[in-house]
């Protein structure tokens, strides 16, 4: 730890540990941006897409250009490659052939010379679906006798894992006490500003396609497979990306489509998402279930743990990640920061009639969290114990790190005690007996996790998820400019990596980041990587530039090389963590939840940039209040969506969120040079129970259905 430290002091004295102004925005300023609907290449057609308007249905037709038919031969489905034992995946169709499984499943396509006349063309089409019962919730999923989403997912359940870690048993033979309790994390989506969009185009003998995408080399990927055509002849560019969060970490088919169509009618094509169809149709989140169960000593030990964990995944698991997402990272990381060695789960992975299931920020972790954080709320209550006491009795020590968790995952430095320690939980305490004393409704909640970020190669194999590479690459070379210039294959997506990336590699290069031009991926010059999720950022990406930019300078010494490309896996994942606390006031009337004072102790390893730290914190707690007083995606008993448009899918505003008083702790990651850990999802993950606990103790509740909305939680008299 002494070289560790040494080495990021060294660090610090150049342009990494600065609050660097973001290097993107002047050019965002002047209206020079380059989202997919800025592109207008020249004879450029226009795709309307036709949704299925029903959850469950045999398709008998559509008139529209194109249908499944058209593709039959030509268009494979998309298929999640998988060698995780027991899971079922069916492939998804392009469009939809023989039956639809969800509301807004892509069932045909119209072309046409401008987007309104395809908007024209779409709404004069008539699909003629004859209904099906549709599954909804997990009772009817998992209902004997239940009709079956996919005839080949037996039980509509696409994967079962159990482990038992330790001896359970034994645990909870020497238990004091057992607690149990529920969690339930409603469905909710990312809808970030800038919804999806495609343009492609047509090459000799191939395509290029420009996207709004994390993932393009997966993206490029998946079209040369679908369409048959060699990986080299298939060029994908990510445009400027106007917010992420994970909805676009995955391969869709509108991308094969495009691609498809472009190749098919010899011209440029494109295709922008209105709203409500990304509220229907790009990746919904979480939508689960933790039952859990835990073993107590009467000092608020946990002794052993169990849990089951349901995941509603909708109707198809999506490429690359398939149905597993959501179901592993949560049972996985159900013991968070705390020494627990007996533990055993079941998780499921649930064929649903619903919108397919992808990546959010923090998947699968903001519903372990949830979990265990009111598990510990739970366990201060039943014996009369302070819930921060309960926390520290159970924290993983900083003299046991490095430290394996009981499920694998290997948490390299830290102090967990210290986040919750750099926090006022004295003073919020004593506001909350202040103001009760005025007999308003105050809480105090209080939230602590650990998380994985920047996850190399084995994990995904270990996970059986092939079409993930787990590497990142990066390029950085000297232009005719005079300028270096950096590629990697984690875009950027509106976060500030391109800031954050530069000062990386000026640091390498003995150079001002204001000298360093980051551009945006694309797979015709950068190498295979993985893209934009997990928080790789400043984990993988940042590592593969730093190498990259190091290895440019040692041989610009030499003999002037200048360009030189660096493939960086990781060979383990990195571990942040933190504490949230708040102080939140309900309303005794209207049930409404004011949030008085947030606080965050993080630590995410060396910080690149403490500026856009800070930014990322306060952006992912913006969400995290979101998903606990008022987001949901709510299908009716039919598989309808009732929840299409901002009238019903409510998201918060500024006079919603909350100012965040954010302190920053630093042990750095020992798994790569530069000591990062990732920052990108902390916010969210920690927040969304943070914000309930707190609620909870306003209230005295013991059950919480999230979101906490009025209607929820008003006092009744």
């Known amino acids: 730890m002494t070289e560790t430290l040494a080495r990021v002091a060294t660090l610090r004295s150049g342009p990494i540990g600065r609050s660097v102004r973001r290097l993107e925005e002047p050019r965002f300023l002047r209206g020079e941006g380059r989202f997919v609907d800025d592109l207008a290449p020249a004879g450029c057609l ?10 469950n249905g045999l398709l008998n037709g559509v008139i529209a250009t194109f249908t499944g038919a058209d593709l039959e031969g030509t268009c494979r489905p998309l298929v999640a490659h998988l060698t995780t034992q027991g899971v079922i995946s069916p492939p998804r169709p392009i469009l939809a052939v023989k039956r639809v499984r969800f509301v807004g499943e892509l069932i045909g396509a119209c072309v046409a010379a401008s987007r309104y006349e395809a908007a024209d063309a779409v709404e004069q089409a008539s699909p003629d679906i004859e209904p099906l019962p549709a599954i909804v919730t997990f009772e009817d999923a998992l209902a004997t006798g239940a009709p079956l989403v996919h005839d080949d997912v037996a039980g509509n359940v696409y994967f079962l894992g159990r482990r038992v870690y330790g001896d359970p048993e034994a645990a909870f033979r020497r238990a004091d006490l057992v607690v149990e309790g529920e969690v339930r994390h409603p469905r909710v989506a990312a809808v970030p500003i800038e919804t999806r969009g495609v343009v492609a185009s047509p090459t000799k003998d191939g395509v290029e396609v420009w996207t709004s995408t994390q993932v393009p080399h997966m993206v490029a990927e998946a079209i040369s497979e679908c369409l048959a055509i060699a990986r080299d002849k298939v060029r994908v560019v990510t445009t400027d990306v106007g917010g992420g969060f994970g909805v676009k970490a995955q391969v869709y088919p509108e991308e094969i489509l495009l691609a ?84 055993e789960y079941a998780t499921y992975a649930v064929a649903t009639n619903k919108s ?77 007996v202040r103001l009760r004393g005025e007999g308003r409704l105050v809480g105090v909640g209080i939230s602590s996790y650990v998380e994985y970020t920047g996850a190399g190669s084995s994990i995904f194999k270990g996970r059986g998820m092939l079409d993930i590479p787990g590497t990142d690459s990066a390029r950085v070379w000297v232009a005719d400019d005079g300028l270096v210039h950096v590629q990697t294959s984690s875009p950027a997506m509106g976060q500030g990596s391109h800031t954050s990336l530069a000062q990386v590699a000026a640091q390498s290069m003995g150079v001002e980041p204001e000298q360093v031009v980051v551009e945006q991926t694309d797979t015709a010059a950068v190498p295979g990587g993985t893209g934009s999720f997990m928080s790789r950022g400043s984990v993988t990406a940042a590592t593969s530039v730093f190498r990259a930019a190091s290895l440019l300078r040692d041989l610009q010494a030499e003999n002037g090389e200048l360009d030189v490309t660096v493939t960086y896996d990781a060979a383990q994942a990195s571990h942040p963590y933190a504490t949230h606390m708040c102080l939140v006031e309900v309303d005794r009337e209207t049930g409404a939840t004011r949030i008085l004072r947030y606080l965050v102790a993080e630590d995410c390893g060396v ?70 850990k990732g920052v990108g999802e902390g916010g969210t993950i920690g927040g969304t129970a943070a914000i309930a606990n707190a609620v909870a103790d306003a209230l005295g509740l013991q059950e919480l259905t999230l979101p906490l909305t009025p209607d929820r939680i008003v006092p009744r008299s």
């Open 607 to 676: 910080l690149i940039n403490p500026k856009l730290v800070e930014g990322q914190v306060t952006g992912g707690v913006a969400q995290a209040i979101g998903a606990a007083l008022m987001e949901e995606v709510v299908y009716g008993p039919d598989g309808e969506l009732r929840t299409g448009t901002f009238v019903d899918y409510l998201v918060p505003s500024i006079s919603e969120t909350a100012a965040v008083e954010v302190r920053h702790l630093m042990t750095p990651s020992t798994v790569h040079e530069l000591g990062t």
């Open 356 to 432: 397919p299931e992808g990546p959010y920020r923090g998947v699968g972790m903001v519903t372990a969290v949830m979990a265990h954080e009111r598990l510990m709320e739970l366990i201060a209550t039943k014996l009369d114990l302070d819930p921060a006491e309960v926390r520290r009795v159970n924290f993983v020590r900083a003299d046991q790190m490095p430290y394996r968790s009981v499920t694998g995952h290997p948490y390299e430095s830290g102090s967990y005690a210290s986040a919750l320690d750099a926090l006022d939980y004295a003073g919020l305490r004593a506001e909350q």
């Open 260 to 343: 498809w169509i472009a190749r098919r009618v010899h011209a440029p094509v494109k295709w922008i998402e209105t709203r409500s169809e990304h509220l229907q149709a790009a990746s919904h989140a979480r939508d689960q279930r933790v039952r859990f169960s835990a073993a107590v000593r009467k000092d608020g030990r946990v002794l052993g743990l169990r849990a089951t964990v349901h995941s509603s995944i909708g109707a198809y698991g999506i490429r690359p990640f398939g149905p597993l997402l959501d179901p592993l990272g949560t049972a996985g990381l159900m013991t968070g920061p705390y020494d627990i060695r007996d533990y």
């Open 46 to 55: 226009h795709v309307g897409l036709v949704r299925s308007p029903i959850a």
